[in-house]
C-alpha cells in the first residue's frame, strides 16, 4: 500500500516542479513565446487549480474514501501533463496547467491521510515526512533530467517523461490498494475497517480510541462531526485550524516560489543554466534529506514542537543564502536549506494528521493545502515581479526568509490535541 501512495506522490511530485525546471528553456523558446510575464500566469493558474483540487478532494476524500479520489488524481494530473507536451499556445498550456493542477492539488492531502491511517500510532510524523520524500524525490528526477532532456531534446519532452508512469501506475492501484480503515471506520463499517487492520497489522482498538479522543476534542460539535468539514472550525479545532493555515501559506510559499524561480534567480546572481539547474536539484536532494530526519524528531517532540524549530532553520538559512559564496560553498548552503524550507510545511501536514479525527482529516489536510496554495500563488508571483524588476537577488532570498519566520511564529499558536508516542 505505501509505495503505491509515494509513487503516486513521486509523480505528483514530477508535475508541480517540472515547469519550473523547463521555464528558462521555455522563455528561450522562440517559437513558443513566452516570457517572464506571461510564464508568471501560467505558474499562478497552475496554483489556483491545485487550490481548487486540496480543497475539494480533501473534502471529497472525506466523503467518497481516499482510494477513489487517490486514483482519480493521479490519472487527472497524468492525463493533462501529457496534453501540455503538445500544444503551441500559451492559453491552451495555461488552460492544461490548471486542470493538472486540480489533481496534483488532491493528490497530497488523499495521499497524507491514506498513509498515517496505516502508520499506526505514534508514528504519524514519520510516515507523513516518508511518503513525502516521494514529492522530492520527483523533484529531484525533475531537475536532474532536465538538465540532460532539456539540452539534448528539447522542453516538450519533460512533460511527456512526468506523464507516462501512470500508465503502470493506475492499474498497479486500482487492483492492490485497500481503503484506509480509519475511513471506514467513520462511516460505520466497523467489521470492513477491523478487517483491514488485521491484514495490515493494525492495532484496531488502539485506532477506535485515538479516533474518539480526537473527535471528543469538541464536544460540543457532536452534529458537526457527523456533517464532516465544518468541524475543523468548531471547538478546540478552530484555533489549530486557523493558524495551520497561516503556517501553510508561508510554507508553501517558500516551497513554490523557490522550485519555481531557484534557477532564474541564481542565474540572475550571474550562475549558468546548468548550475542554476543544479542548484534546484540540490535543493531537493537536501529535502528529501531533511524529511527523513524531521520525521523521527516529529515523532519524539510533536509534530508542532518540530515545525517551528524547521521554520526558524529555514528562515535563517534562506537569508544566508543572500551571501555570495564559492561555487562548492553556495552548494552546502542549498542543500542545508533544503533541509529546512520543504520540510517545515510536511510537518504542517503531520501536525493536521495527528490532530483531527478521520470523518475530517482529509478535509483539515485539504484545507491546509488548500489556502496554503493562496501562498504558493503568491511565491511565484513575488519572484516573477522580482525578477522583471531585476531586484530577485538578493532580495528575494529576504522575503522568503520572512515567510519562513511568519510561518514559525504562526505553529506557536496551535495547540497539540493528541501526544504521539513512540
Known sequence: MAPLCWIAVLLDGFDAVVLGAVMPSMIEDPEFGLTAGSGTVVATVGLVGMMIGALGMGWATDKFGRRKLLIGAVVLFSVFTLAMAFVDSIFLFGLLRFLAGVGLGGCLPTGISMVTEFAGKGRTGKSTT???????????????LAIVVVQN??????????????????????????????????????????????????????QAHHEQVLTEAAPESAEAARKGPSLVLQGQFRRNTIFVWIASFMGLLLVYGLNTWLPQIMRAADYDLGNALGFLLIL??????GLMIA??????????????????????????LAIKLPL??????????????????VLVYAFCAANYPANVRATALGMSAGV??????????????MLAAGLAYPWGFFGFALAALLGGGALTATKTLRQEES
Not at 284 to 289: F, K, R
Open 130 to 144: 516518508l511518503m513525502m520524500t516521494g514529492y522530492h524525490v520527483g523533484a529531484v528526477v525533475t531537475a536532474a
Open 153 to 206: 531534446l528539447n522542453w516538450h519532452a519533460m512533460f511527456i517523461i512526468g506523464a507516462l508512469p501512470s500508465l503502470i501506475l493506475v492499474p498497479l492501484m486500482y487492483l492492490y490498494l485497500p481503503e484506509s480503515p480509519d475511513y471506514l471506520l467513520s462511516k460505520g463499517r466497523v467489521q470492513e475497517a477491523k478487517t483491514v487492520s488485521e491484514h495490515y497489522g493494525l492495532d484496531f482498538s488502539e
Open 284 to 289: 531537493n536532494i537536501g529535502a528529501v534529506v
Open 295 to 320: 520525521g523521527r524528531v516529529a515523532d519524539r517532540i510533536t509534530p508542532r514542537n518540530a515545525g517551528i524549530i524547521w521554520f526558524i532553520g529555514a528562515g535563517v538559512l534562506l537569508a544566508a
Open 328 to 345: 562548492l560553498g553556495i552548494y552546502v548552503m542549498v542543500f542545508v536549506t533544503g533541509c529546512f524550507v520543504f520540510s517545515a510545511q
Open 372 to 385: 496554503g496554495r493562496l501562498g504558493a500563488i503568491s511565491g511565484p508571483t513575488l519572484g516573477g515581479a
